[in-house]
């Protein structure tokens, strides 16, 4: 059981000696495996999902039990009818810069039935992995920050610099709150630097900073058929078919290389400087093992390596749902079809202007658009209906610099 971002921490909050830091995270990690790794179990045996506030208390009370444990002093920064966000600090006299760790805890929606190996709130170790629910995604930093702590104290390694903590309740739901509650907080949430605990780990396993994050937005799309479900063998090529209405309208956003086809939706983003350009160039290759470890024939982006693909925007299908298949098909023309879409930004663009470009899209399809369920006069005045939903509040992407870079 490995924690990399032990290695991490130190060097970042300017411990007097990051090499003696470094060493004493990992003695303190192998000598106490056992008890980080019963805590980690019972954090993860929590259900974490966002919409569910009770179980986001448990977490949130054990959590903050867990951080006062290591000396942080805590506090649940609330809005309503939403999870509450952690804070915690830890301040140094004499310190001259505050550091922001940024964790979130909630984890993604989860169908249990999709679980072989385990239920996803029953964490089981496997030959060496840990099977659970947002074991990697976002609970690991949350005990890897204060494994570190423990490791420092009992090797008496004091820090240069101001701690303080902020654990997000709801970023897998896309964060509706968190402006709310940032602009509720500014004083006690100001630092020199946030740190985001949150991303991928490099394909060579070596720890990486990366200095950005691309925007986010989403939304759910809903195309209608018949008033109800349809037997294809009475009415099958006569009464229009949602799937495959919704299949096309998918296949017009973009194409089999990822690329977007919605008008306009690159004029925004900001081009690559020669510096990223080259730095990009610098990164190790990992291409071919990491199509071979995910049983890839085949990538999207006309043979640009995932480094450089990542700075452009994507538009990623998350699901769709129609009917049924397998055990569950039946032979009906469905009454509707929705599509799941996720859409990730990059420098230069507003999450607002690239929905308003994707609807005006939609519209050019022949699509009258609704944002709420249209009634009979509508689905009889129009030969196509849509109805568009956003569901995540979106948010633009950032980074550090003048030049900014951008990773998901």
């Given at each position: 059981?490995?924690?990399?971002?032990?290695?991490?921490?130190?060097?970042?909050?300017?411990?007097?000696?990051?090499?003696?830091?470094?060493?004493?995270?990992?003695?303190?990690?192998?000598?106490?495996?056992?008890?980080?790794?019963?805590?980690?179990?019972?954090?993860?045996?929590?259900?974490?999902?966002?919409?569910?506030?009770?179980?986001?208390?448990?977490?949130?009370?054990?959590?903050?039990?867990?951080?006062?444990?290591?000396?942080?002093?805590?506090?649940?920064?609330e809005v309503p009818n939403s999870p509450a966000a952690?804070?915690?600090?830890?301040?140094?006299?004499?310190?001259?810069?505050?550091?922001?760790?940024?964790?979130?805890?909630?984890?993604?929606?989860?169908?249990?039935?999709?679980?072989?190996?385990?239920?996803?709130?029953?964490?089981?170790?496997?030959?060496?992995?840990?099977?659970?629910?947002?074991?990697?995604?976002?609970?690991?930093?949350?005990?890897?920050?204060?494994?570190?702590?423990?490791?420092?104290?009992?090797?008496?390694?004091?820090?240069?610099?101001?701690?303080?903590?902020?654990?997000?309740?709801?970023?897998?739901?896309?964060?509706?709150?968190?402006?709310?509650?940032?602009?509720?907080?500014?004083?006690?949430?100001?630092?020199?630097?946030?740190?985001?605990?949150?991303?991928?780990?490099?394909?060579?396993?070596?720890?990486?900073?990366?200095?950005?994050?691309?925007?986010?937005?989403?939304?759910?799309?809903?195309?209608?058929?018949?008033?109800?479900?349809?037997?294809?063998?009475?009415?099958?090529?006569?009464?229009?078919?949602?799937?495959?209405?919704?299949?096309?309208?998918?296949?017009?956003?973009?194409?089999?290389?990822?690329?977007?086809?919605?008008?306009?939706?690159?004029?925004?983003?900001?081009?690559?400087?020669?510096?990223?350009?080259?730095?990009?160039?610098?990164?190790?290759?990992?291409?071919?093992?990491?199509?071979?470890?995910?049983?890839?024939?085949?990538?999207?982006?006309?043979?640009?390596?995932?480094?450089?693909?990542?700075?452009?925007?994507?538009?990623?299908?998350?699901?769709?749902?129609?009917?049924?298949?397998?055990?569950?098909?039946?032979?009906?023309?469905?009454?509707?079809?929705?599509?799941?879409?996720?859409?990730?930004?990059?420098?230069?663009?507003?999450?607002?202007?690239?929905?308003?470009?994707?609807?005006?899209?939609?519209?050019?399809?022949?699509?009258?658009?609704?944002?709420?369920?249209?009634?009979?006069?509508?689905?009889?005045?129009?030969?196509?209906?849509?109805?568009?939903?956003?569901?995540?509040?979106?948010?633009?992407?950032?980074?550090?610099?003048?030049?900014?870079?951008?990773?998901?």
């Open positions: 059981m490995r924690f990399p971002g032990l290695l991490l921490f130190p060097i970042l909050l300017g411990a007097q000696d990051a090499s003696q830091a470094a060493r004493a995270a990992r003695q303190w990690r192998e000598s106490h495996q056992q008890a980080i790794l019963s805590e980690f179990l019972e954090l993860l045996s929590i259900p974490n999902v966002a919409r569910n506030l009770d179980d986001m208390r448990r977490n949130a009370s054990y959590i903050r039990r867990m951080m006062e444990k290591r000396g942080i002093k805590t506090e649940l920064l952690i804070y915690g600090e830890m301040l140094t006299p004499g310190a001259r810069q505050t550091v922001m760790f940024y964790v979130h805890y909630d984890g993604q929606p989860v169908e249990p039935s999709q679980w072989s190996v385990t239920q996803p709130f029953q964490p089981l170790v496997r030959d060496g992995r840990i099977y659970a629910r947002s074991a990697s995604d976002d609970k690991a930093p949350v005990l890897s920050l204060m494994t570190a702590l423990d490791a420092f104290r009992n090797a008496g390694i004091a820090l240069r610099s101001n701690i303080k903590f902020f654990l997000d309740g709801e970023e897998e739901a896309g964060s509706p709150h968190l402006n709310s509650i940032l602009s509720g907080h500014k004083d006690k949430l100001a630092a020199d630097v946030w740190i985001f605990c949150d991303g991928p780990v490099h394909q060579t396993r070596r720890q990486q900073v990366v200095f950005g994050v691309r925007g986010s937005t989403g939304l759910n799309i809903t195309v209608y058929g018949p008033r109800r479900e349809l037997h294809s063998g009475h009415y099958g090529n006569w009464a229009p078919n949602p799937v495959v209405m919704l299949a096309h309208l998918i296949a017009g956003m973009r194409d089999e290389d990822g690329r977007i086809k919605i008008n306009g939706f690159y004029d925004d983003v900001e081009p690559l400087s020669e510096s990223e350009r080259k730095a990009i160039a610098a990164m190790p290759d990992i291409e071919a093992g990491l199509r071979e470890e995910l049983l890839l024939g085949r990538t999207e982006g006309g043979g640009k390596r995932l480094e450089e693909l990542i700075t452009l925007p994507a538009l990623n299908v998350r699901g769709i749902e129609a009917a049924g298949v397998g055990s569950q098909s039946r032979n009906v023309v469905p009454a509707t079809a929705t599509v799941s879409i996720d859409i990730r930004l990059v420098k230069g663009m507003d999450h607002r202007r690239a929905l308003d470009k994707l609807v005006e899209h939609i519209r050019r399809q022949g699509y009258h658009v609704v944002t709420t369920e249209p009634d009979e006069a509508t689905r009889l005045k129009y030969p196509k209906v849509c109805k568009v939903a956003v569901r995540e509040q979106g948010y633009n992407a950032v980074g550090t610099g003048s030049r900014r870079w951008r990773r998901c």
